[in-house]
């Protein structure tokens, strides 16, 4: 998703927005930065002279894993059962 980020010299985001926006004009830092879904921009690297937006990932929420395993065990007894039956 393409993002407008406002930034100061160090490199603190001030602003963040999507959509149909107006570029600043002057006297104002500022990047487009494509953020991928799941994602976000946590800072903006200055320390080359250029800014580098630094992209991070949201932490996946704890029941999305929980869920995972659960279908991970699903799939494992689902095989042992399968395999019982061909056994007799």
Sequence with gaps: MKTLIIFDNNGTIY???TGDIL????GVNF??????TNSYVES????????????KEFERP???SLQE??????DVLLELILSKDTEV
């Design 31 to 36: 990047i487009w930065v494509d953020v991928p």
């Design 69 to 74: 395993q659960i279908d991970d065990i699903n």
């Design 44 to 55: 903006i690297d200055m320390s080359s002279g250029k800014p580098v937006a630094v992209i």
């Design 23 to 26: 570029e600043p004009a002057g």
């Design 62 to 64: 704890r029941e999305d």
């Design 15 to 17: 602003y963040q927005a």
